[in-house]
């Protein structure tokens, strides 16, 4: 449905400290549409998104709603317009001491502070009207702060009704969600469109821009390359229109030769999340670990990484028990982990790209206790090039960098290191289809040089294309394995899933 509301923006002009980061972009998204918004990482994507929503403000050019020109200076006078944005941290948004209702009612509850009126039971129960119409199942009288992340986004979404939303923007939504999640939400966007609100999505994900979306934008660089209804556009389209050139979907695998056991991990457990795993990874191969969300992939990798504290069972690596007190011990003991979640984790957002870089690298780098500067910056710029990281200057903070690159300066930052074993969680979270092939070169590079590979992800695509033999986790146990070549994507799933089926 389309309620005659109309959103444009016209001659976007945008620049950082004088980095140019969007010039001249046109963008429109109609009442009823939900309209992807596509690029690479870097392109411009949330800022321009941020532009709208009042987190920046532009440098040139013009917002309109239904030809009236709005001036957005504040995230206030973008909701007041009916803008409203979910950002990928969903986190900060809502208050995890309050319950769902309260932050469902947040702004309502926040201006009638102190009046008599206010009865919890209508809160409630107005709350739960919303989450209805939603068809969301979590409690009203649930803290917040004990919801998934799925939840939490709908959660906010739910909110965003009661505003009164007339466009919504939802950046990367679906990147931490599993797929069935993402079909919840999926099924929570149709009735936001039914309902005539107008939906930007960004998503690096193009199979599901190609089934929620009736639009498709495409930005590279700062400008915006090309805007088509999705009936005009096949995928390869939109890949070359994001990228610049043509580009196949194919993961190449590189022939590393097999060796001995580097990583023997024997009945390692903690709580109910991690229920006793054994696995081998040896030099030279790439063992995926598959399993959906909740699993315990996550929970696994921080275990062997010493981020966390095993119960039980023995890790060693290269036949040398390792000592898992802490990542500090871990990274010693030969073992590194890019974790899932980079910006709490991965990284230092406060601090220089160079710095992250370097920051595991420091010691081998510094002689007799000087950090040579100049190694520093070559070890930083190499890994730039290598890895495609789009900043303007090795000196910039990382917190300034797109989400996209943000991750790959995680991953980046312990490609230089001696560990003996990389374990990766969920590594292409979130970056677009090149930089994707671009880190799938690299771990297939440091397989090459004689290094044991863990892979988790539930993107099961990924671990058939990338990996030596896939492990299949389920309800925190290994419940089945598969050599390169023996699994097709239902196996996966099917024994993904079985386990749970069992429990439930
Ligand atoms: N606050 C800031 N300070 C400096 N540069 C910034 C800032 N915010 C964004 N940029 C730069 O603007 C450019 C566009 O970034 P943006 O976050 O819009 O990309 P994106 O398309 O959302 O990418 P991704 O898919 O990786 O999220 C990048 O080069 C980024 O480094
Ligand atoms: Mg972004």
Redesign the pocket.
Same mark, same amino acid.
């Given at each position: 449905m389309n309620n005659g509301n109309v959103l444009e923006m016209n001659g976007i002009e945008k620049s950082?400290?004088g !980095?140019k =980061?969007l010039s001249q972009v046109d963008f429109r998204v109609k009442g009823g549409e939900v309209h992807a918004l596509l690029? =690479?990482? %870097? =392109? %411009?994507? /949330? +800022? $321009?998104m941020k532009i709208l929503s009042g987190a920046y403000e532009a440098d040139g050019g013009e917002i309109r709603i239904n030809g009236q020109a709005l001036q957005i200076r504040s995230p206030a006078d973008a909701k007041a317009a009916g803008i409203h944005c979910v950002y990928q941290e969903v986190d900060t948004s809502l208050v995890p001491q309050l319950s769902v209702a309260e932050n469902i009612l947040l702004d309502r509850l926040a201006s009638s502070r102190g009046k008599a009126w206010l009865r919890w039971g209508s809160l409630y129960a107005e709350a739960q009207k919303i989450l209805d119409q939603l068809g969301l199942q979590v409690s009203v009288r649930q803290k917040a702060g004990s919801l998934t992340l799925a939840e939490k986004q709908l959660v906010l979404i739910a909110r965003l009704l009661v505003e009164e939303a007339k466009f919504i923007i939802l950046d990367?939504p679906t990147a931490p969600l599993s797929l069935e999640e993402a079909d919840r939400l999926f099924l929570i966007v149709d009735r936001l469109k039914a309902a005539g609100i107008g939906i930007v999505f960004?998503s690096?994900r193009l199979p599901e821009v190609f089934r929620v979306c009736d639009a498709i934008s495409v930005?590279r660089d700062?400008r915006m390359i090309t805007t088509e209804p999705k009936t005009n556009l096949q995928p390869g389209d939109v890949i070359r229109a994001m990228l610049g050139r043509s580009f196949d979907e194919e993961y190449p695998k590189l022939d590393a030769s097999i060796g001995d056991v580097v990583l023997e991990v024997k009945g390692v457990a903690a709580g109910h999340r991690v229920r006793g795993v054994d696995l081998e990874v040896r030099s030279g191969e790439i063992v995926a670990v598959v399993g959906l969300v909740g699993a315990g992939k996550t929970e696994l990798s921080r275990l062997l990484f010493g981020a966390d504290e095993a119960e039980r069972g023995r890790v060693t690596v290269g036949g040398k028990q390792a000592k898992l007190s802490g990542p500090a011990a871990a990274v010693a003991s030969g073992i590194v982990l890019v974790p899932e979640e980079r910006r709490k984790e991965g990284i230092l957002v406060g601090e220089s790209v160079l710095h992250n870089l370097s920051l595991p690298v420091l010691r081998p780098l510094s002689r007799m206790g000087f950090i040579s500067g100049s190694s520093e910056r070559k070890l930083a710029d190499g890994m730039i090039g290598r890895l495609g990281i789009? +900043?303007p200057s090795s000196g910039?903070l990382t917190g300034? $960098? /797109?989400?996209?690159?943000q991750q790959k300066v995680a991953i980046g930052k312990w490609m230089s290191t001696e560990a003996d074993v990389f374990i990766f969680d969920e590594p292409t979270k %979130? !970056?677009?289809v090149g930089a994707k092939r671009d880190i799938f070169r690299i771990i297939g590079e440091l397989a090459c040089q004689g290094k044991g590979i863990l892979y988790l992800t539930c993107e099961f695509a990924e671990a058939l294309g990338l990996a030596d033999r896939i492990l299949v986790m389920c309800d925190g146990r290994i419940v089945k394995q598969f050599a390169r070549g023996e699994a097709t994507q239902e196996d996966l799933l099917y024994y993904a899933s079985a386990g749970r089926e069992e429990l439930a």
């Open positions: 950082f400290a !980095v =980061a690029g =690479a990482n %870097g =392109a %411009g994507k /949330s +800022t $321009l990367e960004i690096h930005m700062g789009k +900043t910039q300034y $960098l /797109s989400g996209g690159n %979130g !970056v677009d």
